[in-house]
């Protein structure tokens, strides 16, 4: 079955420490996309890619960092420089088009 | 600037009839889509609309007026497993998805 798949799915980070989420994808799509979402509250873009080895930030990209080496991976470092990172957080996938995003499970970060 | 308005939260009862609307502001529109998305999971695609009018699937339809800035969901013959937050967003320039922050639907037995 094709479909996004995020690692892990709970995350618990250490003050000061980066982590890296993983995000592939087998659907061939070209866009893939990073958002973090808060209790009760909409997604935000962090950052996005539409073809590989190129990659935008969206909105709150700041204290976060991606890389698009391969067409299926687009892995999130969240870095000690992100003073607020526990929330869930989304990848997706698009063909483009009107098509809608493919999202994966998500991976839930705490800091402790 | 960009921003989507929509309730934050909706109660209906099984078998009804609901309507989520949405409003937004942006400089370039190409389309507004639907998400639902059941508490803790990952969002899914519901409906595009990329011109005016009604796009119906199944007991879901979404409606768009550009003119107005303006669109809705409407669910018919709610079912419990309805319940969920449902999301409007709107695509602008470069393919980015905006969303809202979400309506949270109670479907009460």
């Known amino acids: 079955d094709g479909g996004i798949t995020q690692s892990p799915k709970y995350l618990f980070r250490k003050e000061g420490q980066n982590v890296t989420l993983s995000c592939e994808q087998n659907?061939?799509?070209?866009?893939m996309y990073w958002y973090r979402q808060d209790p009760g509250q909409g997604l935000r873009l962090i950052y996005y890619?539409?073809?590989?080895?190129?990659?935008q930030k969206g909105d709150i990209a700041e204290g976060y960092s991606v890389s698009r080496e391969k067409k299926e991976s687009f892995p999130l470092t969240v870095t000690s420089a992100q003073k607020n990172p526990t929330a869930f957080y989304l990848c997706?996938?698009?063909?483009?088009?009107?098509?809608?995003?493919?999202f994966g499970s998500g991976t839930r970060l705490t800091v402790v | 600037g960009q921003s989507l308005e929509q309730p934050s939260e909706v109660t209906a009862v099984e078998g009804a009839i609901v309507q989520i609307n949405c409003t937004y502001q942006?400089?370039?529109?190409?389309?507004l889509s639907w998400y639902q998305q059941h508490d803790g999971g990952a969002p899914t695609f519901l409906s595009y609309?990329?011109?005016?009018g009604l796009e119906e699937t199944g007991r879901f339809s979404s409606f768009l007026s550009r003119s107005d800035s303006y669109g809705y969901l409407l669910l018919q013959e709610l079912q419990m497993k309805d319940s969920a937050s449902y999301f409007c967003?709107?695509?602008?320039?470069?393919?980015?998805?905006?969303f809202g922050q979400g309506t949270e639907l109670s479907v009460k037995p």
């Open positions: 890619s539409q073809i590989v080895n190129d990659f």
């Open positions: 997706a996938s698009t063909p483009g088009g009107s098509d809608g995003y493919t």
């Open positions: 609309n990329g011109l005016d």
């Open positions: 659907l061939n799509h070209d866009a």
């Open positions: 942006t400089s370039g529109f190409y389309g």
């Open positions: 967003s709107f695509y602008n320039q470069g393919g980015k998805l905006i």
